[in-house]
């Protein structure tokens, strides 16, 4: 199914796919080639990547992240350049970190945005992508020796992947980028998990994060997804609440090995669910 094997996620990403990406594939609609892909929670992109659709639709809410999708897709050889220049040092990795808490940091371009989001994902505690409530990069410097900082055979060719097809990059609402869709469309949703327990919740790569709240608005638009004929495959945790609100639809349980998680004592196999609304 894939074409070109160095177009793949050139960011670590918090819930990243990579590990269930033969379970997800094996639910995908038989008809997915002749439908439009649609991935409003984009992230870290492995199933978009592995796909490779010709016609594609891709958002997210964190404009950080969006803006490394456009700098890759319309300026590669301008970031690699920026990217080479970063040091993997304890104090070089804060003095990039606290960019984003001084008044200058809206004055940055967008390419070394983009740099400073990837130097910062390839050298951080875990590749962790994390802001606290005021926006703001807080995750520790990781101590790694030789980490891959400049990764130019994958920007270049996921640049070419990006510009050689119909790929629609957007930032915003999740709900906003699916409000035009059309039925030939097929939707690939990985919100914010639910926490299965009050101790487990991680939606720091969304200033504000998510609650119960936002999963039934999300349930809603499925609802509306399914009433237009669009197919919707959707992943969450296993929480008791994710199974009850999409009750109706088909609901499969998955084990995912998960390797990002604050407390070493908790990464490994956790249960997962997909939803879909076909057969």
């Not at 199933?47 to 992240?65: G, H, M, S, T, Y």
């Not at 990837?118 to 994390?130: D, E, V």
């Not at 119960?212 to 997804?225: F, G, N, P, S, T």
């Amino acid at each position: 199914m894939k074409e070109n094997k160095l177009v793949t996620p050139f960011l670590k990403w918090v819930g990243g796919k990579r590990q269930l990406l033969n379970e997800i594939t094996s639910f995908l609609p038989k008809d997915i080639k002749r439908l439009q892909y649609h991935e409003p929670f984009i992230g870290g992109g492995a199933v978009f990547f592995a796909l490779q659709p010709k016609n594609a639709r891709i958002n997210d809410f964190n404009e950080e992240l969006i803006n490394v999708y456009r700098v890759v897709r319309d300026s590669p050889s301008e970031l690699i350049e920026s990217l080479k220049k970063h040091k993997n040092s304890h104090d070089y990795y804060y003095s990039i970190r606290e960019q984003d808490r001084m008044p200058l940091f809206s004055e940055l371009s967008p390419i070394e945005r983009a740099s400073r989001i990837i130097y910062l994902n390839k050298t951080c505690y875990n590749g962790l992508f994390r802001v606290n409530n005021a926006g703001e990069f807080n995750v520790p410097y990781g101590k790694y020796k030789n980490p891959n900082i400049v990764n130019e055979p994958v920007i270049r060719a996921t640049s070419k992947y990006l510009n050689t097809n119909q790929i629609a990059i957007l930032h915003g609402d999740y709900a906003e980028a699916l409000s035009d869709i059309s039925s030939k469309s097929f939707v690939y949703l990985d919100p914010p998990y639910h926490p299965i327990s009050d101790t487990s919740n991680f939606t720091g790569y969304i200033q504000g994060g998510w609650n119960a709240d936002d999963q039934l608005r999300l349930r809603d638009v499925c609802i509306e997804l399914d009433r237009k004929g669009v197919k919707f495959l959707l992943s969450n945790s296993s929480a008791q609440m994710i199974k009850d609100i999409y009750s109706n639809f088909n609901i499969e349980i998955v084990c995912a090995s998960r390797a990002i998680n604050c407390d070493a004592n908790k990464r490994g196999n956790v249960e997962e669910v997909l939803i879909r609304n076909y057969e």
